[in-house]
């Protein structure tokens, strides 16, 4: 029987654009020994940014929009500049870490970058995720597998995730929900 692995971490990655932008965007990550293992997909923004800059940040934030922007085309997210990398951490970050790249393996589909971090800060106190906060995290993770997944999956787990949306969401997380829902639809999943 397979072992769930807890150690795996939805987070934002920062990497630095060849333009000098920052380029948000939610992966999990893991932690494997002293490193943390980052795996973008191939091609991706992080992959060629992290490949290029061998830098990042992993921005740790209870605002599920950067998590659905990411994936919906909102992606202007006010950044501050990093302590002890080249790059930028998420301004409405709870806490994050700047990482150096200490190990690269180019696989395909997906690279892994083992990281060391160099620099933790906190910002503000985490109190937890509510349901709605979960619910857009688990739809986003779903609308970045459209291509990989049935349409029929897609439909029951938004169905399930709706009830959440509908008890606990707050304004941020009806918008981030409402970009998910649009991205769904535009892919031609129908909805109920």
């Not at 922007?69 to 998420?90: M, P």
């Not at 709870?94 to 620099?119: M, N, W, Y």
């Not at 970045?144 to 399930?160: G, H």
Request: charged fraction near 20%; proline fraction near 4%.
């Amino acid at each position: 029987m397979a072992q769930l692995n807890s150690k795996i971490h939805e987070v934002i990655i920062g990497t630095l654009n060849e333009n000098g932008n920052m380029h948000y965007a939610p992966m999990g990550t893991e932690e494997v020994g002293a490193h943390i293992l980052i795996q973008p997909f191939k091609p991706s923004a992080t992959y060629e940014n992290l490949k290029r800059h061998r830098q990042c940040t992993i921005n740790y934030t209870d605002d599920v929009r950067v998590f659905a922007g990411a994936l919906t085309g909102h992606r202007d997210w006010e950044s501050h500049d990093c302590d002890k990398i080249n790059g930028g951490y998420l301004a409405q970050a709870l806490s994050h870490s700047e990482l150096q790249v200490a190990e690269f393996i180019d696989g395909d589909p997906r690279t892994q970058f083992h990281c060391k971090i160099v620099h933790n800060a906190t910002h503000a106190p985490f109190r937890g995720f509510n349901r709605a906060q979960s619910a857009v995290i688990e739809a986003a993770v779903l609308t970045s597998r459209l291509n990989m997944l049935p349409p029929e999956k897609i439909q029951q787990e938004i169905a399930y995730l709706q009830i959440a949306i509908e008890k606990t969401a707050g304004e941020r997380e009806l918008a981030a929900w409402g970009w998910l829902m649009e991205t769904i639809k535009v892919a031609g999943i129908a909805l109920d």
